[in-house]
């Protein structure tokens, strides 16, 4: 079983930002993608910056060239730095881990959120 742990989250004024991290444990499985989601209230849970298989990176439009992904070597814990922070970044950020088995069965693990809350 796979477990996340997510900090960093916290209370910023826009135009600011936040470094969010987490670290995965329990298995020795390669991870496959790691990356972090974040659902506002009333929102559905929406894709914010992840690495994929190949190591390529995906970013929301909404984030691109504000947000960075980073990861260490082992490629266990995943790093989200936030720039310039607007309001409607505010959400639950939650990392996310997908693990591919032979011949192709998925187990997606969650974090247990962290809040991120961008004041105007």
């Known amino acids: 079983q796979v477990q996340l742990v997510e900090s960093g989250g916290g209370l910023v004024q826009a135009g600011g930002s936040l470094r969010l991290s987490c670290a995965a444990s329990g298995t020795d499985l390669s991870i496959n993608d790691m990356g972090w989601y974040r659902q506002a209230p009333g929102k559905q849970r929406e894709l914010v910056a992840t690495f994929t298989t190949g190591g390529s990176t995906n970013y929301a439009d909404s984030v691109k060239g504000r947000f960075t992904i980073s990861r260490d070597s082992a490629k266990i814990t995943v790093y989200l730095l936030m720039n310039s922070l607007k309001p409607e970044d505010t959400a639950v950020y939650y990392c996310?881990?997908?693990?591919?088995?032979?011949?192709?069965?998925?187990?997606?693990?969650w974090g247990q959120g962290t809040q991120v809350t961008v004041s105007s």
């Open positions: 996310h881990a997908r693990i591919v088995t032979f011949p192709n069965t998925v187990f997606d693990y």
